[in-house]
């Protein structure tokens, strides 16, 4: 993905989901990624 060639993705949602196919895509292509996938309580 040379879009990101040099850069760095957060991935917010990387728990499930959609977010979780986007970080494994982007894992998959080599890219260099931060993931997030808490979960807030609303206690």
Aim: aromatic share 2%; glycine share 26%.
């Amino acid at each position: 993905m040379e879009i990101l060639s040099g850069r760095h993705a957060l991935v917010t949602g990387a728990g499930q989901g959609v977010g979780q196919g986007i970080a494994l895509a982007l894992a998959t292509d080599g890219q260099s990624i931060g993931v997030d996938g808490g979960q807030a309580y609303m206690g």
